[in-house]
């Protein structure tokens, strides 16, 4: 059963740039799509980019295309979201999280097996 660690979040200046980490532990993490998302104060958790398996296709929330990009290391058990162009409103806890159901591949309800957090803030 996969469990995940997120890690590199911490306070940057709008504009910046921040790698996040996410570290799974566990069997067949290669099996299985992975994802990013993210909660606001006062605001739900929202998805924000996910990726399949094999590495091969990411999908984005429109916020956040462009700017973002996730990629995983399978070898390493590893998948990363690098966050250019940070804005104020990237500030967030976000979590990584195992695609465990079939269908969707943005639909929170589609993953488990979610990381603790990290926390990114952005100042303006």
């Known amino acids: 059963q996969v469990q995940l660690v997120e890690s590199g979040g911490r306070l940057v200046q709008a504009g910046a740039s921040l790698r996040l980490t996410c570290a799974a532990s566990?069997?067949?993490?290669?099996?299985?799509?992975m994802g990013w998302f993210r909660q606001a104060p006062g605001k739900e958790r929202e998805f924000v980019a996910s990726?399949?398996?094999?590495?091969?296709?990411?999908y984005y929330a429109d916020s956040v295309k462009g700017r973002f990009t996730i990629s995983r290391n399978n070898a390493e058990n590893t998948v990363y979201l690098q966050m250019n162009s940070l804005k104020a409103e990237d500030t967030a806890v976000y979590y990584c999280?195992?695609?465990?159901?079939?269908?969707?591949?943005?639909?929170?309800?589609?993953?488990?097996?979610w990381g603790q957090g990290t926390q990114v803030t952005v100042s303006s």
């Open positions: 566990g069997p067949n993490f290669d099996a299985y799509a």
């Open positions: 999280a195992v695609k465990d159901k079939r269908g969707s591949f943005t639909a929170i309800p589609n993953f488990g097996s």
């Open positions: 990726i399949i398996a094999s590495g091969a296709t990411p």
